[in-house]
C-alpha cells in the first residue's frame, strides 16, 4: 500500500511540474478592496514560477486619483521551496497580506468593499484580447466603449487607452488612460482583462493583461489603470 502512493504521489508531482513548464507562470489576480471613500485600492496577483515551481505574491496600492502607487505600495514576495502537488501558490499571497496588514490600515483598505465589476473577459490567456470592449453600468444606466492602444517596439511595449462615457441623458465624455511614453521590456501584448468601479465617488479600475514570452509559451502579470469618472 505504502509502494502504490507513492508512486501515485511521484506522478502526481511529474504532472504538476510539466503542467507549470509547459503553461508558463500565469498569474492569478485578487481585487482587496477599496478605502471607504473609493480613492485607495489594493490589489494582489500570484502564481508559481515555471522553472522553479517556487510561488510567489505581489501586492499594491495605489492613489486612484493620482493613478499611481502610493509611497511604500509595491512589495513582492518568492518562496523559497516549491509548491507541493495540489497547491496553486495562494499561499505565498496569504502570507504577504499577513505580513502587511499595517499597510492596509495605513491606507485604510476595506477588504469587503471590492469593487464592482462591469466587465470582465471570457477570452482564454492564450488567445489575444480584443482591443476594443463595450460594457454597461446598469446602476448608472452609463455605457462605456475603452479602446486599447498597444505599442509593441523592439526597446519595449507600451499603451494608453481611449474611454468614452455616454450618461443617460445622452451626453458623451472621453478619457485617456495609461501612459504611452512608459515602456515595459519584453511584453509581447496588452489586454483589458476586467473593469471593475468602486463603491464610492465614480472612480473605476481597469485591469490590464500583459503577456512575456517564455520558452515558447508566455507568462502573465498584471497592472491597473485608474481614474475617477
Same mark, same amino acid.
Given at each position: 500500500m505504502f509502494e502504490k502512493k507513492s508512486f501515485y504521489f511521484i506522478i502526481a508531482a511529474l504532472v504538476l511540474c510539466v503542467s507549470y513548464l509547459g503553461a508558463g507562470d500565469i498569474a492569478s489576480f485578487v481585487d482587496?478592496?477599496?478605502?471607504?471613500?473609493?480613492?485607495?485600492?489594493?490589489?494582489?496577483q500570484y502564481g508559481v514560477q515555471s522553472e522553479t515551481l517556487k510561488p510567489w505574491a505581489d501586492l499594491f496600492v495605489v492613489d486612484v486619483p493620482r493613478n499611481d502607487f502610493?509611497?511604500?505600495g509595491k512589495? /513582492? @514576495?518568492?518562496? =523559497?521551496?516549491p509548491v507541493?502537488?495540489?497547491?496553486? *501558490?495562494?499561499?505565498?499571497?496569504?502570507? %504577504?497580506?499577513?505580513?502587511?496588514?499595517?499597510?492596509?490600515?495605513?491606507y485604510r483598505i476595506n477588504f469587503l468593499l471590492q469593487g464592482q465589476p462591469l466587465y470582465i473577459s471570457l477570452e482564454n490567456t492564450a488567445n489575444t484580447?480584443?482591443?476594443?470592449?463595450?460594457?454597461?453600468?446598469?446602476?448608472?444606466?452609463? /455605457? @462605456?466603449?475603452? =479602446?486599447?492602444?498597444?505599442?509593441?517596439?523592439?526597446? *519595449?511595449?507600451?499603451?494608453?487607452?481611449? %474611454?468614452e462615457r455616454i450618461a443617460r441623458d445622452g451626453s458623451k465624455k472621453t478619457y485617456k488612460v495609461?501612459?504611452?511614453q512608459i515602456k515595459r521590456a519584453q511584453i509581447s501584448s496588452y489586454g483589458i482583462k476586467k473593469v471593475i468601479i468602486a463603491p464610492q465617488n465614480d472612480f473605476?479600475?481597469?485591469?490590464?493583461?500583459?503577456?512575456?514570452?517564455?520558452?515558447g509559451s508566455f507568462d502573465v502579470r498584471y497592472m491597473v489603470e485608474a481614474l475617477r469618472l
Open positions: 482587496l478592496g477599496f478605502s471607504p471613500d473609493g480613492q485607495t485600492y489594493m490589489f494582489a502610493v509611497a511604500g512589495i /513582492s @514576495y518568492s518562496h =523559497t521551496a507541493i502537488p495540489g497547491q496553486d *501558490g495562494s499561499g505565498a499571497l496569504y502570507r %504577504l497580506i499577513a505580513q502587511n496588514t499595517a499597510l492596509a490600515e495605513q484580447s480584443p482591443t476594443s470592449i463595450e460594457f454597461r453600468d446598469f446602476e448608472q444606466n452609463a /455605457s @462605456y466603449r475603452a =479602446t486599447l492602444n498597444p505599442r509593441i517596439e523592439e526597446t *519595449g511595449a507600451a499603451f494608453d487607452i481611449n %474611454l495609461g501612459n504611452a473605476m479600475v481597469l485591469v490590464i493583461e500583459m503577456k512575456k514570452p517564455n520558452k
